[in-house]
């Protein structure tokens, strides 16, 4: 993606700045002056602008940081194993040890749950909360955990199949298409954005490169040993991760909640984000 060129249509760009740190040039949105530091991590094949509608209301009060993933949005690609689960926790938490950042919460998205989740377990954060927005900390059932990671695989080994990939996904209907299947219905402004997003080869390389790197298969492991205070916030309508499997992580949990808004997706926190943000707030005990 272009930032140049890009930079005017992006949501709070006025907060952007660029960090070089582990490899990556890191694309991040700060907002806020005082309270907890929360750190904001988006989901695959997502970027930071999913956060538009709740960055600065959260930073009211909260210090808030919106990073874009490596690979994704205006970061850049991550080198060795740093698109896998634990290079991005590694690397994520080496920028915040660069900014003199401490986190003390955690809001993920779908993946970007499960980044905040191997932080804490294998950076040793001690945040005050670890909340989850349709976290994706479980593999997917069926024959969809079996063949995803491998298929992305193959498809991230040539440069042609995401130039194809943005070339498909920029053909009329097939970004509603792809939207729809999330169980979320968002406006004008939030398909604009996406359209920007999918039509991107190199944000398309990031996203196939993240899933090919992507390993769940010790997810309900990793849930057991969290002891910091976790909260999922569900849509009753996801169709990216299924609502069942965030029943089966709080089974897991020593200290969790279970939140289900049923007529919401997997895009909740763009579908109702004054809604979202009082949620937050209450976990945060800043209400």
Known sequence: MDWERQRHDWPHSDRSQFVS??????????????????????????????????????????QVMAVDLPGHGFSSLASGDGMSLSGMSSSISALLNHLNWPVQAFIGHSAGAAIAMQMVLDQHWQPEVLIGINPAWLPLPGLAGLLFPPTAKLLAMTSRVP?????????????????????????????????????????????????????????????????????????????????????????????GELTEWLPYGHLVHEEAPAETLLYCLKQLHLE
Do not use: I
């Open 21 to 62: 740190v582990a490899g990556v040039r890191w694309h991040l949105q700060t907002a806020g002056t005082q309270g907890p530091r929360v750190l904001l991590l988006h989901g695959t094949g997502a970027s930071l602008h999913t956060w538009r509608d709740l960055l600065l209301p959260l930073s009211e009060h909260a």
């Open 163 to 255: 130039r194809w990939f943005a070339q498909q996904a920029s053909h009329p209907g097939v970004l509603e298409k792809l939207l729809q299947s999330t169980g979320s219905v968002l406006d004008a402004r939030g398909m604009a954005l996406y359209a920007q997003l999918v039509a991107s080869p190199t944000h398309a390389q990031g996203a196939l490169k993240m899933m090919a790197a992507w390993d769940l298969s010790r997810g309900a492991d990793k849930l057991r040993q969290l002891t910091c205070p976790v909260r999922l916030l569900v849509g009753g309508k996801d169709g990216t991760v299924p609502p069942v499997q965030a029943k089966q992580a709080l089974a897991l949990l020593h200290n």
